[in-house]
């Protein structure tokens, strides 16, 4: 393909400087003769074209010998320029010339370029047409004959990220790029010199990481999954017995966001029964211990209680669960958990199926439509949130603290848990259990419950003994233990202690979190 665009191109040029030499050729022949008809320059343009062209009017004609040749030669090449002008128009118009063309038009519109075109790639940019209206969506691929179009206006263009970024010119926002294979950023060829280019990366991996450097950033899909379930199926006050059956990606991201986001009371005494193989799992949070009561049901703390054994075996534990949720990897294999449960078990608390296939009456969670969306992919509201609370911190503290900018990945991190956890202070403080996601008036109303009751001592305190337990579980989750003095290599922290060991100052810390409400307020 390559070869015959550059074929065209040269047959191009020269045919363009034979053309320009006969019609000089022509022009003089005939300008100096009183009885020509072709007696400017713009003459023997005319009447190369209708010659070339075969329309033939025949207002002008060339009245010298060597202007009959060059008219002859006109006639001859015409089957020749045509075959060639055509080829070259459909070489550009099938190639990405036009498309390239189409975006230079568009400079000050918001550019998003995916990698490749897929199914996870043609849900995020649809969601990203129905929330920007500026969108321009680019896949840096050509487009099959047997792909079917997408129904959001769009570009396949097959050129590299350097050259769509080129044609930019840094004008208007800077484009987003996306890499929607899983760890496609260490074999993609697209990928290559990202960080040298004036984008946003957001790649597809499984390691969980969050940030590289400069402005690689990774998304984890099968993480997106569980903040979406626990975000649209938050656990209630009288949830207290949890199966989880499958314990692949899906099944660890799902309690791995339970752990890090359900607290929602400094009583609570929530059982996770977990099928699967934990060996690895457990190997890595050695500390979970700490917070959690493992292997063993208990009634003043949550648990974690891990079955090697077939989930068909224990028929007491599924039949007096509140919630099961069956989040297999093979998703036929989850359907079939999901119809066996229902034929031959006695369940009493309600079956949360992962499927992306959606049925009537079956409660299904992580759809492409409710995983790829700009908001979970670039973490636009989270990430904000966690700013805002690093803020408040840093204000709250007598002692010098780090800005976002320089805070490393994992202290971030445990930014972004606490404001993951803002829905539910939000349930918490409203006393209602059926909020779902943040609207303005929920929050305003919450923050001035939060303002109205923190006056009381005891409520205060039993706030920042809540959040208090959820930062101890994110800490533990990684593997830090209680140290007289902070050191970031050693893992070790002097507030790893029960709350009721903590300084005055220390508790204070807690606030933060809650304060955040107030600024989400004077920001909505």
């Known amino acids: 393909m390559r070869r015959r665009k550059k074929i065209y191109l040269y047959m191009t040029v020269i045919l363009t400087f034979i053309y320009i030499s006969l019609l000089t050729l022509l022009y003089f022949s005939e300008c100096g003769d009183k009885s020509a008809t072709i007696r400017t320059f713009g003459d023997a343009f005319w009447y190369s074209l209708v010659t070339l062209t075969t329309v033939g009017y025949g207002d002008l004609t060339p009245v010298t010998p060597l202007g009959h040749a060059v008219g002859a030669v006109f006639l001859l090449m015409s089957a020749g320029i045509l075959v060639t002008l055509f080829g070259a128009v459909i070489s550009f118009v099938t190639s990405e010339g036009l498309p390239l063309l189409m975006l230079g038009f568009q400079r000050r519109k918001n550019w ?8 996870e ?3 995020l940019a649809a969601n990203i047409c129905k929330e920007d209206p500026d969108a321009v969506i680019i896949y840096g691929e050509k487009k099959d004959d047997q792909m079917e179009f997408p129904n959001h206006p769009c570009l396949f263009i097959s050129v590299s990220p350097a050259k769509i970024i080129a044609r930019k010119k840094n004008i208007g926002t800077r484009c987003k790029v996306f890499l929607m294979k899983e760890n496609d950023i260490g074999v993609n060829s697209r990928a290559v010199d990202l ?5 946003d990366v957001y790649a597809r991996t499984t390691n969980g990481q969050d940030h590289l450097s400069g402005n690689i ?9 569980a903040r979406q379930y626990w975000r649209k199926r938050p656990l209630c006050s009288k949830e207290n017995e949890i199966v989880i059956i499958g314990f692949g990606n899906y099944g660890r991201c799902i309690l791995e966001r339970a752990i890090l986001t359900n607290v929602i009371s400094v009583t609570q005494h929530v059982a996770y029964h977990v099928f699967g193989d934990a060996k690895e799992f457990l190997a890595m949070h050695r500390h979970l211990g700490k917070t959690f009561s493992l292997g063993k049901v208990s009634k003043t703390n949550d648990s974690l209680l891990f079955y090697d054994e077939l989930w068909e075996a224990h028929h007491e534990v599924l039949e007096t669960a509140d919630r099961i949720i069956i989040c297999t990897d093979d998703e036929p294999e989850g359907w079939n958990i999901f119809w066996r449960l229902n034929r031959y078990y006695k369940v009493r608390g309600h079956i949360d199926l992962h499927s992306n296939r959606k049925a009537p009456g079956v409660s299904y969670f992580g759809t492409n439509e409710e995983i790829y969306t700009p908001d979970q992919i670039m973490r636009t509201s989270l990430n904000r949130a966690a700013v805002i609370i690093n803020e408040i911190f840093r204000r709250s503290v007598a002692y010098p603290t780090l800005s976002w900018d320089e805070l490393d990945d994992f202290h971030r991190e ?9 829905l539910m202070k939000i349930r918490i403080l409203l006393d209602d259990e059926t909020i779902t996601d943040f609207t303005a008036e929920t929050v305003k109303e919450a923050y001035q419950k939060y303002c109205k009751m923190k006056t009381d001592e005891s409520v205060r305190d039993m706030y920042r003994k809540l959040d208090h337990m959820r930062w101890l579980r994110f800490y533990t989750f990684y593997n830090w233990r209680y140290g007289p003095f902070r050191h970031d290599g050693e893992r070790e922290h002097p507030m790893l202690s029960p709350y009721e060991e903590l300084t ?7 606030d933060a979190a809650w304060e955040l409400l107030g600024s989400i307020c004077a920001g909505l």
């Open 217 to 225: 950033n990774f998304f984890h899909s099968y993480d997106c999954c």
């Open 195 to 199: 960080h040298a280019l004036p984008v």
């Open 504 to 510: 005055a100052e220390q508790r204070q810390e807690r």
């Open 121 to 123: 790639a043609n849900t």
């Open 414 to 422: 445990s930014k972004i848990a606490a404001a993951d956890h803002m």
């Open 112 to 119: 998003y370029y995916f990698a490749d075109y897929g199914a």
